[in-house]
């Protein structure tokens, strides 16, 4: 007779475990801490970082090539909704549009440093994207992820204003339209900026927080083969 | 479903009242792996009905699919906030949305927060003045970011019709559901003992006591406010001083006024205690002092 009743009560004990348990806390997904003690992220107010690159035509791009001209640069990835949203809205090509009209001239450059996935297939499917938009925006490979850290890149889109004199002045978000309502009407820090920089004004804020996916960096050991940058035939 | 039949077979047989799922983590048959945005929201109210100038809350649920998880309206290194947008009828005053406690992510992609369980946001309306017997209609879209190893957008309206009183004020709902909710919600500064926080120079000072550790606090960045890493707790028995770095620019902003918000956390828990840490800081004053709580 009790071994029936103790066989219940087993069962009955342990089903009713998860219940009188405290709650579980939510586990962090499983990392290391970021560490940037030994790395120098370029800080708003000091020289920006010299970087030379490849785009997706192979054409080789130093940011020192564009002194006297204003550069802005997005860090992107065409896989994340929100970087893919403010181009696809847009946005992007609405500002760049806007950007032309300046007295100054704007160069505006899409970085991907994205490395969770082949780099062959980060560039094609980048390049696709912008080809898609009809947008020649060169999109410079940076798969090692090198400049992004030293930028300081976090989320795609992050952007960050280089002025004529090669001064970091903006680092942040590329507005305050989280929920991408506003399409191409929404007002952008990067032009508020560029407009400020013109007008010879102090650049303020020259940091709004920049919302998006994280910049999907290489990780120990990396993801895929290296390959050449650039795609043949342009 | 196995130990749940079987487990409330034997209690019923026993005379014991059978467990009940724990509402503030959904079970796997209510979360859908295909789930749109890879979350699912609820709208409910605090109230049976609402009468003239009174405040209630309408409180928006949302749960991210299992593995996946949605920000807190700080979302630190990447990600976006949580939003919640009211569409209500005419003379309805909507409030600042209240977030409970958020859980902390350590990625290689740096410090996150958000939750990656059912969250409970709570929203204060205020009704008009003259109100009309009947029922009202009001319209509730969540947008947000799930994130898992790719993210998401996510958007969801819901609808929720309350009744309305010309004369009295409604009832406050009284369940268990949402007394875990609320006591989910950080408090007020001032309901911790010794609680206060003021902003001197360069330095916000968050002060209380308390025996439980670690303590931490998460910062809302707004233009004209960014938070530096407080590294340093000034312990003495029970009692704390917590010194933030921060940067204030007033000139990055429209008006004199500026707002030093963040979260206070105590312990590891989603349910350990939280504190809200509100002050204004005020360009026209000297010191740059705002004191607050």
């Known amino acids: ?234 | 479903m196995f130990c749940l039949a079987t487990t409330t077979i034997t209690a019923l047989l026993l005379g014991i009242p059978p467990p009940q799922p724990n509402p503030y983590f959904p079970t796997h048959e209510s979360v859908s792996k295909d789930t749109p945005g890879h979350a699912t929201t609820e709208v409910r109210t605090d109230v049976g009905w609402v009468g003239p100038l009174q405040t209630f809350n309408v409180i928006v649920l949302i749960t991210p699919d299992p593995e996946w998880h949605v920000y807190w309206k700080n979302p630190g290194a990447s990600g976006m906030p949580t939003e919640v947008e009211i569409t209500t009828p005419d003379g309805f005053v909507v409030g600042q949305p209240m977030f409970p406690r958020p859980s902390i992510f350590h990625g290689e992609e740096g410090v996150t927060y958000g939750y990656s369980s059912a969250a409970a946001i709570f929203i204060p309306v205020t009704a008009p003045a003259i109100l009309q017997d009947g029922q009202l209609e009001f319209e509730v879209t969540t947008t947000w970011l799930a994130c898992k190893k790719a993210c998401v957008m996510g958007e969801k309206t819901n609808t929720v019709l309350l009744s309305t009183n010309k004369v009295y004020h409604g009832p406050l709902h009284r369940d268990l559901q949402l007394s875990r909710w609320i006591e989910a919600l950080p408090r007020q500064l001032d309901d911790l003992e010794g609680g206060a926080s003021i902003v001197t120079g360069n330095t916000l000072h968050i002060t209380g006591e308390t025996e439980m550790r670690p303590i931490r606090f998460i910062g809302v960045e707004r233009k004209g406010i960014r938070f530096g890493y407080s590294s340093e707790i000034i312990q003495n028995g029970d009692s704390f001083r917590l010194p933030v770095p921060i940067h204030v620019d007033f000139s990055a902003i429209k008006g004199d006024k500026l707002i030093v918000e963040g979260i206070l956390m105590f312990g590891r828990k989603s349910d350990d205690p939280s504190y809200v840490v509100h002050l204004i800081l005020d360009s026209t004053s000297n010191q740059h002092e705002g004191i607050g709580n």
């Not at chain 1, 800080?43 to 920006?48: F, Q, R």
């Not at chain 1, 030379?52 to 204003?70: N, S, V």
């Not at chain 1, 007008?199 to 910049?215: F, N």
């Open chain 1, 1 to 234: 007779m009790f071994k029936p009743l103790i066989t219940i009560s087993l069962v009955v004990a342990m089903c009713a475990l998860p219940v009188v348990a405290q709650p579980i806390t939510p586990r962090p997904p499983d990392a290391k801490p970021t560490n940037a003690k030994d790395k120098k992220i370029a800080e708003v107010g000091e020289e920006a970082p010299q970087f030379e690159l490849t785009d997706q035509f192979g054409k080789t791009h130093k940011l020192e090539q564009y002194k006297g001209k204003i550069v802005v640069l997005e860090w992107f990835n065409e896989k994340c909704p929100y970087c893919k949203g403010v181009w696809e809205s847009g946005l992007v090509p609405t500002l760049k549009n806007e950007l032309q009209e300046k007295e100054t001239e704007v160069v505006y450059l899409a970085i991907n440093s994205s490395a969770n996935r082949p780099e062959e297939d980060v560039l094609e499917s980048g390049a696709e994207f912008l080809e898609e938009l009809e947008s020649e925006t060169p999109m410079l490979m940076d798969y090692d992820g090198a400049v992004g850290h030293k930028f300081g890149a976090r989320t795609t889109p992050h952007m960050f204003i280089i002025d004529a004199e090669g001064v970091l002045v903006y680092s942040g978000a590329i507005s305050d339209d989280h929920s991408l309502k506003e399409g191409d009407k929404a007002e952008t820090h990067v032009l508020r900026v560029v407009t400020q920089l013109e007008a010879g004004e102090e650049v303020s804020p020259s940091y709004v927080q920049p919302w998006g996916c994280s910049v999907k960096y290489e990780r120990g050991g990396g993801k895929g083969r290296r390959g050449p940058a650039g795609r043949p035939g342009r």
